[in-house]
């Protein structure tokens, strides 16, 4: 599932030449709702036949597009389901959808040269870094 998602991820990237899955959910008539979602950070959601992304306005921005990249995921594997991404819970779920929705967004938003750039450095250090997720990281390289 993992190349699937990589070829995936990779079609998106190419075709609208960008990495921001806010710009990817515009052209795809996704709508985005920035609003209070209490101790949720964001949540995708079916609804009459249109996809919908909420995003919690209290995330800090690096944060809101790590949860946008997640819910574009959804948006685009799981385009019939409703889901929603939990603070400190959704990137350490056993749960495939939630799985693949988490490697959609380590794809999208890490570029696979970027170990490169950092070699002899230690995972934390990049995300750091590069203000990244340790989990997304470990994601994206995992062999």
Do not use: W
Not at 90 to 110: C, G, V
């Amino acid at each position: 599932m993992r190349n699937d998602i990589q070829k995936i991820v990779s079609r998106y990237i190419h075709k609208y030449e960008t990495r921001n899955p806010f710009e990817i959910a515009k052209a795809l008539n996704i709508e985005v709702l920035i609003g209070a979602l209490g101790s949720r950070c964001g949540c995708y959601m079916y609804l009459k036949r249109h996809r919908c992304i909420f995003l919690n306005e209290s995330l800090p921005e690096r944060e809101k597009r790590l949860v946008m990249a997640h819910e574009l995921g959804h948006a685009i594997m799981h385009r019939n389901e409703n889901c929603y991404f939990i603070r400190h819970k959704t990137l350490f779920l056993s749960d495939r959808i939630e799985m693949e929705a988490n490697r959609f967004a380590a794809e999208l938003l890490i570029p696979d040269d970027l170990i490169y750039q950092y070699e002899g450095f230690s995972r934390r250090q990049i995300a750091y870094a590069e203000g990244l997720n340790e989990e997304l990281l470990r994601l994206k390289f995992e062999k």
